[in-house]
Nanobody
């Protein structure tokens, strides 16, 4: 079992930045790929980014590439999402997820946090 707790969400103006954190507890954090997804009101949960267990490989959705950066600290059992140049369309609840492999499909992930709300005002 892996427990995930997100933090760092809030209200920010367009063009601003936020850093989300996801703290993990339970089984060996370094065995899991970690991902971030987001869900806007009335919409499906969308893939944002994924990082491999070692941190050596990352991948981003086209809508955030160049603006968001995913990273992880296995010693702290924490994954981060640095979000720069935020846009109103980035407004959503952001979820952290863990899985031995991971993919862009949310259904394939084993463990989820409860989410943190990011609101970007225009």
């Amino acid at each position: 079992q892996v427990q995930l707790v997100e933090s760092g969400g809030g209200l920010v103006q367009a063009g601003g930045s936020l850093r989300l954190s996801c703290a993990a507890s339970g089984r060996a954090f370094s065995e899991y790929a970690m991902g971030w997804f987001r869900q806007a009101p009335g919409k499906e949960r969308d893939f944002v980014s994924i990082i491999s267990w070692s941190g050596g490989s990352t991948y981003y959705a086209g809508s955030v590439k160049g603006r968001f950066t995913i990273s992880r600290d296995n010693a702290k059992k924490t994954v981060y999402l640095q979000m720069n140049n935020l846009k109103p369309e980035d407004t959503a609840v952001y979820y952290c997820a863990a899985d031995p492999i991971g993919s862009e499909r949310s259904a394939t992930w084993d463990y989820w946090g409860k989410g943190t709300l990011v609101t970007v005002s225009s």
